[in-house]
């Protein structure tokens, strides 16, 4: 028995990829607008806290931003430090 690329994709269930792709992207993208976003900050506006090295190496810091129950951090305290992430519409 030999190994055939022709085989594998012959072999390959592409019916059932072609009817769950749609539906794991959508899974995904649900995930990303009411669950969790990945973001990574730019720039130097937030340059002592985050990406301290930005205009020497580029770098950038990733964000994860929880959006399942954004008013319940607003009601408890926002301290000093904490970081507020915006939609600007």
Excluded: C
């Excluded at 669950?35 to 964000?63: C, N, V, W, Y």
């Amino acid at each position: 028995m030999s190994f055939s690329i022709r085989h594998l994709v012959a072999d390959f269930p592409w019916r059932l990829t072609a009817i769950y792709f749609p539906f794991a992207g959508a899974a995904v993208i649900f995930a990303n607008d009411n669950i969790l976003e990945i973001q990574s900050q730019t720039g130097d506006s937030m340059s002592p806290a985050l990406a301290p090295t930005f205009h020497e190496t580029g770098s950038r810091d990733k964000l994860a931003i929880l959006h399942y129950n954004p008013f319940f951090n607003l009601r408890s305290e926002v301290k000093r430090g904490q970081i507020v992430s915006f939609w600007a519409p």
